[in-house]
């Protein structure tokens, strides 16, 4: 857990030093990643509905 607090860090870190001379870099950098994390949201919200809306073929309850 340490280890992944220390490399989380280091990227806020350079991001910031990035950020002060490459802005628009940074800025597209950012929402690409916003827009891959919206993506899997909507897909994994939509897998669920999905597996929820169709009944199991022979109609048996999981233990």
Not at 18 to 36: N, P, R
Request: glycine content about 2%; some cysteine; proline content about 2%.
């Amino acid at each position: 857990m340490f280890v992944l607090q220390t490399v989380i860090e280091f990227t806020i870190a350079i991001l910031l030093i990035l950020g002060l001379f490459k802005e628009d870099k940074v800025v597209a950098f950012e929402d690409k990643v916003i827009a891959i994390i919206k993506h899997k949201i909507r897909v994994r919200k939509a897998a669920t509905v999905y597996r929820n809306a169709v009944p199991h073929q022979d109609h048996r309850n999981c233990a």
